[in-house]
């Protein structure tokens, strides 16, 4: 369930930082009982951000990079035509 705040509660900074913390989810802040705000952690935001999907490829392929996990893309692709006969 969602968490919804009212905007003065805003006020408690220390309180809102913890919370998104703890709940790993957005946090809804209304005003006037309509909704203004949504609040964050930044693990939460990059979980949301469009190109989380894309950075986290991103930072695999830099990783088997490093490992040393990587195959010429030619040799593999002779590969796969031998071993399926295409």
């Known amino acids: 369930m969602p968490q919804i705040l009212p905007i003065k ?3 408690d900074t220390a309180k ?3 919370l998104c913390e703890e709940s790993n989810k957005p946090i809804f802040i ?3 009982g309509y909704g203004n705000l949504v ?3 930044m693990e939460v935001y990059r979980q949301f951000s469009p190109f989380s999907h894309i950075m ?3 930072e695999e392929g830099e990783t088997a990079i490093v490992d040393g996990r990587v195959r010429d893309g030619f040799e593999m692709i002779a590969e ?3 071993r399926y006969d295409i």
């Open 9 to 11: 509660e805003l006020k």
């Open 16 to 18: 809102i930082s913890q």
């Open 30 to 32: 209304t005003k006037n």
């Open 39 to 41: 609040v964050m952690s």
């Open 56 to 58: 986290n490829k991103i």
């Open 80 to 82: 796969k035509r031998a």
